[in-house]
């Protein structure tokens, strides 16, 4: 099976650095991706990893180690857009192909 | 510009009733993939396809089917839908299964009374 942790709610400042995480445990590990989702609204692509280290997108940074099934993304300069859940998923290959697997989010609040 | 759009976005229904809620992209691209997102459990992939013809069941697949005619559509139906499929759902597109980047409906919000 598979299992994907993540935090459920995390809070922080404006102009603050936050970093959240996610683990996981999966056969057939293909990457991992995190999404951005604004309450109401479509997840939208932040990044993605698939080989070990840090990819640097602006404010955001996401970090992959695959041999401890671990990630983080990273948000620099928090403003108070960043409000939203972020979602670490995982694909993997299985019986029937390829498929992306989500964690439950984690919820972020950014006060000023 | 392409998009992927689902309809309807808003549909309250009864137990028993079937229910089919639409998912159209204008990207061409091969995969689609429905998922249902609820409190505490996050996106839960239902069924995908990656092309005319192909469909694959999910995490959560029990209730629901899909079809796949075309390449722009992948009809999500409810044969008969149960108080626990209420939910909001979201179908999504991507061109390649290597990188996999999903792009996202903006979602139907499902009510079964």
């Known amino acids: 099976g598979q299992n994907i942790d993540q935090p459920t709610e995390m809070t922080a400042t404006e102009g603050a650095i936050v970093q959240i995480n996610c683990t996981y445990q999966?056969?057939?590990?293909?990457?991992l991706f995190w999404y951005q989702q604004h309450a109401g609204e479509a997840p939208t692509f932040l990044s993605y990893?698939?080989?070990?280290g840090l990819e640097e997108k602006g404010r955001f940074s996401s970090f992959l180690s695959r041999s401890k099934g671990y990630s983080y993304l990273l948000l620099k300069e928090l403003q108070m857009k960043d409000s939203a859940s972020y979602l670490c998923a995982v694909k993997s290959f299985n019986q029937a192909g390829t498929a992306l697997i989500f964690g439950k989010g984690t919820t972020l609040s950014v006060s000023s | 510009d392409a998009e992927i759009t689902q309809s309807p976005r808003h549909k309250i229904t009864e137990t028993g009733r079937q229910v089919t809620l639409a998912c159209h992209q204008t990207w061409n691209h091969n995969n689609m993939f429905w998922y249902r997102q609820d409190l505490g459990h996050g996106l839960r992939l239902i069924h995908y396809s990656y092309g005319v013809q192909d469909t694959n069941k999910g995490e959560v697949s029990d209730g629901y089917s899909v079809s796949r005619s075309n390449t722009e559509d992948l009809p999500l139906t409810l044969e008969s839908a149960a108080s626990s499929q209420t939910s909001v759902y979201f179908c999504?597109?991507?061109?390649?299964?290597?990188?996999?980047?999903?792009?996202f409906g903006e979602g139907s919000r499902l009510t079964v009374l």
């Open positions: 999966t056969s057939g590990f293909n990457g």
């Open positions: 999504a597109s991507s061109e390649s299964i290597e990188t996999g980047e999903l792009f």
């Open positions: 990893n698939v080989l070990d």
